[in-house]
């Protein structure tokens, strides 16, 4: 990707999503879920957004929105892999990077068989990474890069931190997706609605079979309640929550999942998702 660095936004997102969709973008008048969230990237610039993403500095925006104690505990935070007095943290924990997704994580659930060197490295790798560049997602162009650590988490009926993944357009939350066996290195994702019905969104949920389903949390409906208070206001976001032992902890705010380049939707629920992302609003103003 080196090589399209320095081109400006709108000219590689076209480029890109040439590529990835086999047809143009259109910018004059999206319509489809992928191609909207293009749009946005360009031109729904709230500077807040940058908070929104930042692991660390959104845990205060959402203590003041639905209350402190729906957040992970947090255990440190550091500018700088040395910094980090390991021998003082428990003997399980997560370290990750404020500004991106993965890069650098490590989720450490027995100390004695850590590789401190290497994690220093991999969290240096993660500082380094400048999220925004790789497929334009913008506001974590500006977020101060820092490592935090938090506390280990695991529901005691699945033995594994189960992701919900709201997705919610101006506080309307459509669906949840469920990341499952995450650990195997072979995540599944199935997509809910509210009465937890199975919603052929993607490949695997239309190959499943009749009758499909999987367990639904018992605080299921307080974590939809929560992702349309978060949404609200926003032409889309996903609002990722967890689910532990039937407590509710927030996860992550993402404007962009999969950075608008989804090629598992079907394309009914591309069209659907689109239909449902209001930019007249915004493009008054651009």
């Given amino acids: 990707m080196g090589m399209y660095n320095k081109l400006d936004d709108e000219t590689f997102l076209k480029k890109y999503y040439q590529c990835i969709f086999h047809k143009e973008l259109n ?21 807040e957004y940058t908070m929104m993403v930042d692991k660390y500095r959104v845990r205060d925006y959402i203590a003041k929105k639905i209350g402190r104690e729906y957040l992970i ?17 428990p003997q399980q924990f997560v370290l990750k990077c404020n500004h991106n997704s993965g890069l650098g ?3 450490c659930r027995d100390k004695s068989k850590l590789d401190v060197k290497k994690v220093k490295a991999d969290l240096r790798k993660g500082l ?13 162009r500006d977020v101060p890069r820092k490592i935090i650590c938090e506390k280990y988490m695991e529901d005691n009926s699945t033995a594994e931190l189960v992701d919900y993944k709201f997705f919610c357009f101006d506080g309307r939350v459509d669906c ?15 997509f809910f609605d509210r009465a937890w019905n199975l919603l052929r ?15 639904k949390p018992s605080n299921m409906e307080e974590m939809f309640e929560i992702a349309e208070k978060l949404s609200k206001g926003l032409p889309f976001a996903r609002i990722d929550l967890y689910s532990v032992s039937g407590r509710t902890y927030f996860g992550e705010i993402t404007f962009f999942p999969d950075s608008g380049f989804d090629v598992n939707l079907l394309l009914e629920t591309d069209r659907h998702w689109g239909e449902m992302i209001s930019i007249s609003k915004i493009n008054s103003e651009v």
């Avoid at 910018?27 to 500077?47: C, E, S, V």
């Fill in 27 to 47: 910018l004059q008048t999206p319509k489809t879920f992928n191609a909207k969230l293009q749009w946005l990237k360009l031109y729904d610039r709230r500077p």
């Fill in 73 to 89: 505990p947090l255990l440190g935070v550091w500018d700088d892999p040395d910094e980090i007095d390991f021998d003082s943290l």
């Fill in 105 to 107: 994580m490590c989720i």
């Fill in 128 to 140: 380094q990474q400048d999220y925004y560049i790789t497929f334009r997602e913008w506001p974590y």
């Fill in 176 to 190: 949840v997706m469920v990341c499952l066996d995450r650990s195997s290195g072979n995540t599944k994702f199935y």
């Fill in 201 to 215: 969104y993607n490949i695997r949920g239309k190959e499943a079979p009749e009758n499909f389903t999987i367990p």
